[in-house]
């Protein structure tokens, strides 16, 4: 199963200590609702980037983390590649807004923004589109799952990861966890 479009996860303004936890779980929820990697911008933990990639190492898929610092140069270079910036914030459009997701649908490739604390004003005009999951103030972990889950139509919720140490079978009751072994 191949999602469409692509998708990648920016990762703007993760203040160190404070954000750590968070900017684990956007870089998570990325990985598990379809994205194919997370950018973080500036200075960030090494156990943040490392906890993502052991859930790619046991959990499988082909998810990249990557750490730059200038997010405007990387922004604008994504834009030149053919890119569309797509920023949530909760003053944007309502990704409700009539058409909206039909619209995104129609892209190739997808650069998705999130912010911690507050983001630079100039990336509201630097974005292809400011979309609001809602239009009241939550979080980037909900903002992003929602937005991808709305891009994939749930698709996302059925794909399947490869290279995977590890692979939970679906079970009514306790867990059931397959280990990776060479007939599969
Ligand atoms: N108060 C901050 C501001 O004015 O930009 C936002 C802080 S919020 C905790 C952190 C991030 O969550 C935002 O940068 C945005 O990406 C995301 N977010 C929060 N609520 C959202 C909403 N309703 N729609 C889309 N994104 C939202």
Redesign the pocket.
Known sequence: LKLYPEVVVLRL?HRVGRDKRISTHVGLVARAFGARAIIYFGEIERSVVESIRNVVSNWGGRFEVYVETNWRKKILELKNNGWRIV??????INIAERGLIEELRGCEKLAV???????PAELYSIADYN??????????V??LAVFLDRLYGGKELCISFPNYKLKIIPSARGKMVVRHNDEE
């Open positions: 303004g920023h949530l914030t909760m003053y944007g923004v999130v912010g911690a604390e507050k983001v979309v609001a999951i809602g239009n009241q103030p939550h979080s980037e909900a903002a």
